[in-house]
């Protein structure tokens, strides 16, 4: 327990700072699930969501919580706390997984304290090497067992009869319809039982089967608690939400009418207080209005003496003017007297008349205060709903607040009855399906189970079925397949890799007692598979399973149509002889191939553009799958509009699904080492392989670099693949897709335009035409240059620049005296420069729709039979740009900075930092700042007012300038270039 709990720990350090956060469009409302609203939304990009995760979610202003539902058949179903309106146009969700596994850890200590009601003993047999000792067998009643083969008897009679049995399931055995009979078989057994996996889909699943068959159950007896992430028939009969309210009506419509009489009673509680505040403010603006009244009559009586000082002023002004003006001896001996006094009699004057204005403005001011307090008077007597008093007012307030108690009493009461009913339902259900997850979220009243059912468990961490199955008082049925994927985790200490990494199989140590040749009496093993024709299931069962799989002899008897160059199950595509490159990106250590990209679209459209079919629905089920994400993200573009994106996917998010046919792209090639996946030794790898093949029912076409995987230290078990699919399988016709024509030869169409093959010659001129017509940005990725390929398109880039096309080059660093003239002399033509050391790939990108890639060096090809292929897919040229710059895609199409010291353009180089890789910046001329650049100090970019701030980016911490987006200047903080 110290350990398992010790491992959460480390695995929740690794997630807490990985949120995933992503934006999405084009959300529906179509439900309600437990108080819940349910959106979809189209899966327009890769989701990395896990069932039952919080989300934090935002739309515009608002924000709102939610859980994940589900992520499958091409969409993501939440469950929303709010209701948003019936259509989201755009929506970011925010998910961070760590929250799941300290709920988690938090269990297990409860459990470690005995502060729960568990049973341990059960549980620890988890822990046991091979379970239980013995596997005793029941009878079970006729009815359960008919229709499943020998295997699948037994596996349903040994449930009946262990304490602990192991279910091992390849991949087509009926493992789900063995589930099913062992549910019913526990049913009939009168035991009470609870049923969890990891998604939700899972669980419908195996609930699905089950309600097929003919079952006694009374409402309630069967519950599917949580979302629902298909319609399954009978799902209203068992869904929580429908239960609960078909059985709470009584309670929910005292609530609904509580809630109304509560509504109103506080618009009337909010009246009377209004009213109240009113009348007080009378009170008040009738006190302030007296006050001003007495005010403005002592104003208007020092006004009229203001008035009569500045007459009696005035008078003797007057006289004075008189006496001057009559003359005489007198008034020339008085003379100087006179005007003094004149003079006084002014300044008098005007103080007088100063203060007389101010008096007159002081009794305007409080007349219009007068004003305006009798105006607010008059309108409160208006609002005060007629109570003028406020003794009467108290009287009716106290009333309606007596009847708001009321109501809010009964509403509590009808919530209280609510959710003793939904316990209820929880606690005496006999059999109750949901998640994992929801087992220890407090969701679910705290209760045991007679028997415990856990499906998928190869793809839980151990810590979380050692949780379940500690519910169960007498009986646990651990199903799944441990050679498929099992758990993802991210955690690297000792106690990780020991308690959290494993699934429940691995803790038991079955396959280890399987090599050994000493397989546990608690494993029961399906033998009989139903979905791969013979061929497909021959890889599967001697890589994988020991040669113990076989085909039940249904498979064979099916009508298949065939494909358009064959019947056959099996099908290849060697692409050595078309010498591809593999690439990898910025950011990560995803891979991707641009040939293999090309080999698969024409596999898919030779399969679905069919015309023999009558019907688009007779054509087959397709899935595209890659190890790699990033080379799955440029076949979900390159194949918009051909298949939906939910048909193009990694083999870990195809586990689980299965199709017709499946195109399953390997993508190694020279360019960088063999992926883990592929490495001797990896049983993750093997893992991916055995899930990726046995997801075909009736074709499998793999598409590998055949010469280049058989040169690697790779698995055996890939090996075995490429040597079974050369021996017994057939050549797909487009191993070269390449025209023999020097014309180019128009494909099908694509997005938004044809897809041309063009050799040297044809490619020239089309590529001088595109540029010609190119008006925002030309992209190139070239990686060799020579004196005559840079000279014969500097023209062309020189014209561009006088237009204000910006253009690109990506190209490898120059290793001679030669190279760096050619470097500069592409950037005296105004290309923006970008190392990149080891990069193979030729590609160009016109104006972020057109692109070009093959095998044609742009700036060192001579008349060779180079090919080029045109496509016009804006989607697909952003997924391309992305690979290049990770997140900042954007910036391939924005001016380059220039040095803050010598004014030249900056080039760009990738400099690898051990396993991770950056770009940054550097003038081509050497120069240096001319200081040294520390935060605070003044952007060195010429005519910038900005200061630089530290930044962190997805390759560390560097320095940017404060006034970004307008400045795009950046100076890294650690390792200096080449």
Wanted: aromatic content about 6%.
């Amino acid at each position: 327990m110290r350990g398992m709990i010790a491992g959460l720990s480390d695995e929740i350090g690794h997630l807490r700072h990985q949120s995933s956060v992503m934006e999405i469009a084009g959300g529906e409302r179509v439900g309600e699930a437990d108080g819940q609203f349910l959106y979809v939304f189209p899966q327009s990009q890769p989701v990395h969501f896990r069932d039952d995760v919080p989300l934090a979610v935002r739309i515009g202003h608002t924000k709102t919580s939610g859980t994940v539902v589900s992520v499958r058949d091409g969409s993501l179903t939440v469950a929303l706390e709010a209701d948003l309106g019936p259509l989201l146009p755009s929506v970011r969700l925010e998910s961070n997984d760590a929250f799941l596994l300290e709920r988690l850890k938090a269990r297990l200590q409860e459990v470690q304290e005995d502060r729960t009601g568990f049973n341990r003993t059960l549980a620890d047999t988890l822990l046991a090497a091979g379970g239980t000792a013995t596997a005793p067998r029941a009878e079970v009643p006729a009815a359960v067992l008919a229709g499943l083969n020998p295997e699948q008897r037994d596996a349903v009679r040994a449930a009946s009869g262990s304490a602990m049995l192991f279910l091992w399931g390849p991949p087509g055995t009926g493992k789900t319809t063995t589930l099913a009979r062992v549910l019913e078989a526990f049913w009939r057994a009168g035991l009470s039982v609870l049923l969890v996996s990891n998604i939700n889909a899972a669980v419908d699943a195996a609930l699905g089967r089950l309600l097929e068959r003919p079952l006694q159950a009374q409402d309630g007896a069967i519950l599917r608690f949580g979302p629902m992430a298909t319609d399954a028939p009978g799902r209203e009969a068992v869904a929580f939400d429908a239960v609960y309210g078909r059985r709470c009506r009584d309670q929910e419509q005292e609530l609904r009418l509580a809630q109304v009489d509560l509504a109103a009673l506080q618009d009337r509680v909010h009246r009377l207080e209004a009213a109240a505040g009113r009348l007080t403010r009378m009170r008040i603006l009738q006190e302030e209005i007296d006050a001003l009244r007495t005010n403005r009559g002592r104003l208007r009586q020092r006004h009229q003496e203001d008035r009569a000082t500045l007459g009696d002023l005035q008078q003797r002004r007057a006289d004075l003017q008189q006496r001057v003006a009559r003359g005489g001896l007198l008034a020339t001996i008085q003379g100087p007297v006179l005007r003094s006094r004149a003079s006084q009699l002014e300044q008098g004057i005007q103080a007088a008349a100063a203060t007389t204005a101010r008096a007159a403005e002081r009794l305007r001011s409080c007349e219009a205060d007068i004003e305006t307090r009798e105006a607010e008077y008059r309108a409160c007597r208006v609002d005060s709903l007629g109570l003028t008093t406020q003794w009467k007012i108290d009287q009716e307030l106290a009333g309606a607040r007596r009847e708001q108690a009321a109501a809010r009493k009964r509403a509590d009461a009808a919530r209280f009855a609510g959710q003793r009913l939904r316990e209820t339902l929880l606690l005496n259900c006999r059999l109750l399906a949901t998640t994992a997850f929801r087992t220890y979220l407090g969701q679910i009243p705290a209760r045991s189970f007679d028997a415990v059912v856990i499906d998928e468990a190869s793809t839980l961490i151990l810590p979380l079925a050692y949780s379940v199955a500690g519910l169960a008082k007498s009986k646990v049925v651990i199903a799944g397949d441990f050679r498929q994927l099992g758990p993802i985790t991210r955690g690297e200490s000792p106690e990780c890799t020991r308690w959290v990494k494993q699934s429940p199989f691995e803790a038991a140590e079955i396959p280890q007692r399987l090599r050994a040749g000493r397989p546990p009496a608690s494993l029961v093993m399906l033998r009989s598979q139903y979905r791969m024709r013979e061929p497909i299931c021959e890889i599967v069962s001697r890589a994988f399973y020991g040669g113990e799989l076989w085909t039940d002899p249904s498979v064979e008897r099916r009508q298949i149509p065939p494909l358009p160059v064959g019947a056959g199950p099996l099908f290849w595509v060697d692409s050595s002889a078309l010498h591809p490159w593999v690439g990898r990106p910025l950011i990560g250590s995803s891979r991707y191939n641009l040939l293999h990209v090309v080999l698969v679209q024409q596999v898919v459209r030779s399969v679905t553009g069919r015309a023999d079919m009558p019907t688009p629905a007779d054509l087959p089920s397709i899935g595209v799958v890659s190890p790699y994400a990033a080379q799955t993200r440029l076949l979900q573009s390159a194949l918009a509009g051909v298949l939906p994106l939910s048909d193009t996917s990694t083999v870990h998010r195809l586990q689980g699904g299965e199709r017709d046919v499946v195109v399953f792209d390997l993508t190694d090639s020279p360019g960088a080492a063999l992926g883990h996946f592929f490495q001797r030794g990896n049983q993750e790898g093997d893992r991916l392989l055995n899930v990726a093949v046995s997801r075909a029912r009736h074709h499998l076409i793999v598409v590998a670099n055949f010469d280049f995987l058989r040169k690697q230290p790779a698995s055996p078990h890939l090996l075995h693949l490429l040597d079974q699919l050369q021996t017994h399988g057939q050549t797909w016709p487009v191993a070269d897709p390449v025209p023999a024509a020097a014309e180019p030869v128009s494909t099908p169409v694509v997005e938004a335009g044809l897809t041309q093959w063009f050799r040297e010659g044809a490619a020239v001129e089309a590529v001088q035409r595109d540029l010609a017509a190119a008006r925002a940005s030309v992209w190139i990725a070239a990686p060799f240059t020579t004196e005559r390929g840079v000279g014969r398109w500097l023209p062309a880039f020189d014209a561009a620049r006088r237009r204000g096309t910006l253009v690109r080059i990506v190209t490898r660093p120059p290793e001679s005296a030669e190279h760096i003239a050619l470097h500069m002399r592409l950037r005296d033509a105004g290309c923006a420069m970008e190392l990149r050391p080891g990069m193979h790939e030729k590609v160009i990108i016109v104006d972020r729709r057109i692109l070009w890639e093959g095998s044609l060096n742009l700036l060192s090809h001579r008349d060779t039979t180079q090919m080029m292929r045109r496509s016009e897919n804006a989607a697909y040229c952003e997924q391309v740009r992305s690979l290049f710059y990770g997140k900042g895609a954007g910036e391939a199409a924005e001016p380059v900075p220039a040095c803050p010291v010598c004014g030249r353009a900056q080039d760009r180089t990738v400099v690898v930092d051990g396993p991770r890789r950056r770009l940054i910046r550097h003038c081509p001329s050497g120069c240096e700042p001319a200081r040294p650049a520390r935060v605070g100090t003044p952007c060195p970019a010429p005519g910038c007012q900005g200061r630089l701030a530290l930044r962190r980016g997805t390759s560390g911490p560097f320095l940017g300038c404060s006034a970004y987006p307008h400045c795009r200047y950046t100076q890294p903080l650690r390792g200096h270039l080449p």
